[in-house]
Structure formats: structure tokens, C-alpha cells
């Protein structure tokens, strides 16, 4: 991978985008690159209840998880240096978007429908309570319409095609360039 001057500073650097879209991977990747710390916060959540996303919907409820979202993104806003992977859900709230977007360039990771569909399906190791139910790819693509206008609030990253290492040298040409 090109290394390229970054111009990060001491920013976060935020990944949203759908569930599928890579933002676990390509986070890892990227701050392994820039020598940041990763956070993830579906792991931080989950690590800090003791249990896994599933059974935290299950057993508290989404709007009990949401408020866990929204306690995190505050704190988070106030770090310096890390690479933050967000749930897919977290930057499309006003309040968390405000806060991680004080001191952090934030990148939607995109990709088709079809692509999040057969990722999704060869992810077995996370289960998704929003895609439960007999039909994932419905609830897929009735979710995506309704958070595309959200996700296009932030600089696009396509990752459709794409391997990990290719999108990060995309998010990274990004930093070089300032463009955020
Ligand atoms: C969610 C996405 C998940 C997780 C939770 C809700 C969402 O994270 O936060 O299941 O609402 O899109 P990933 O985007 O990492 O799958």
C-alpha cells in the first residue's frame, strides 16, 4: 500500500455506512496503517454489557442499546487518534453524529445492496437482530432506502468490488488530500 503524507492531526477518523459495508475490517486495516487505535462500537458495547449485540436486543431492547450508542458516541467525542467503526446505525442520529464529528473526519463506506446481501449471508459470525426474520434481503433494501440520505451526509467511500486494502488507500488518499 502507497503511503502517502496524512494530514489527520490528532482526529478520529469515523467509519458509518451500512452493515456489510466493511467498517470492522477496513478500520482494523486503516488503523493498523496509521498507528491509531481501533475502536468498535459494537464491540466496546457488547464487551462492556458482557454479552453480544443479540442478546442485548433480545433482552434490554433496541431503544435500550440505542441509549448505549448515544453514552458511547459522547464519550468518544471527547478521544483523540482512533479509528472508530460505528454500528450501522449510530452516525444517522443527529446527537451522535454532532458529537463524533467534533474532532473526527468521518467516511460512509458504500456498497450495493446485492454486494451487503452476500456479505451478510458469509458473515456467520455476526449475528444481525435488524436482518432476523424470514426475509433478510427485504428488510436489507427497505433499510437502505431509508438511511441512504443519512449516509450521504458524509464523504463516500465505494467499497463495492473492492478488497480491504483497496479502500483503505481510498480513505487514506482522502486524508492526504484533505478531503473530508
Ligand atoms: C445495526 C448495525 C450493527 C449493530 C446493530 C444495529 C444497525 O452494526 O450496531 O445490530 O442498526 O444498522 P454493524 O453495522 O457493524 O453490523
Redesign the pocket.
Same mark, same amino acid.
Given at each position: 500500500m502507497a503511503r502517502r503524507e496524512n494530514k489527520t492531526s490528532d482526529h478520529n477518523i469515523i467509519l458509518t455506512g451500512?452493515? =456489510?459495508t466493511g467498517?470492522?475490517s477496513v478500520g482494523r486495516l486503516l488503523a493498523e496503517h496509521l498507528g491509531y487505535e481501533f475502536v468498535d462500537?459494537?464491540e466496546w458495547i457488547a464487551a462492556r454489557c458482557g454479552k453480544a449485540?443479540h442478546d442485548i436486543?433480545r433482552d434490554q431492547g433496541e431503544a435500550a442499546?440505542r441509549e448505549m450508542?448515544a453514552a458511547l458516541a459522547l464519550e468518544l467525542g471527547g478521544v483523540k487518534k482512533k479509528v472508530i467503526?460505528t =454500528? =450501522? &446505525?449510530?452516525m444517522l442520529d443527529a446527537d451522535n453524529a454532532a458529537a463524533l464529528s467534533r474532532n473526527g473526519r468521518v467516511f460512509t463506506l458504500w456498497a450495493t445492496p446485492e454486494e451487503i446481501m452476500a456479505r451478510v449471508a458469509s458473515d456467520t459470525a455476526?449475528v &444481525?437482530?435488524?436482518l432476523e426474520g424470514p426475509s433478510p434481503e427485504v428488510r436489507i433494501r427497505a433499510?437502505y432506502e431509508e438511511r441512504r440520505a443519512g449516509y450521504a451526509r458524509f464523504t463516500p467511500v465505494e467499497t463495492s468490488g473492492k478488497t480491504i486494502t483497496e479502500v483503505v488507500q481510498l480513505v487514506l488518499n482522502h486524508l492526504a488530500d484533505g478531503i473530508t
Open positions: 451500512f452493515m =456489510g467498517k470492522s462500537t459494537d449485540i436486543f442499546f450508542e467503526a =454500528g =450501522g &446505525r449510530l455476526a &444481525r437482530p435488524l433499510l
